[in-house]
């Protein structure tokens, strides 16, 4: 399931254009301190202990997202580069 949506991911981020593929990954690794912050906050404030170890694990999502967009940058470049 989760290769699934992977894929999923990747399609829809190669489909888009190698500045917004930019723009992408910027945002996501942006995104990272925030959520992570947020996810350390609602754990105090719930007092959820070590049970908040599953919500920094979902925090961290920006980080695939933005993989995939390099990834797919890093395709593109590739590409171009054999094509030249």
Avoid: K, N, Y
């Avoid at 995939?68 to 030249?84: L, Y």
């Amino acid at each position: 399931m989760i290769r699934d949506h992977v894929r999923h991911l990747h399609r829809a981020i190669d489909e888009q254009s190698l500045p917004l593929r930019g723009v992408i990954t910027l945002a996501a690794l942006a995104s990272l301190p925030v959520f992570g912050t947020a996810v350390r906050g609602l754990g105090a404030a719930l007092d959820l202990g070590r049970l908040v170890l599953p919500l920094l694990v979902l925090a961290h999502v920006p980080v695939v997202v933005a993989l995939v967009a390099v990834w797919s940058i890093g395709c593109d470049v590739c590409r171009s580069d054999r094509s030249a």
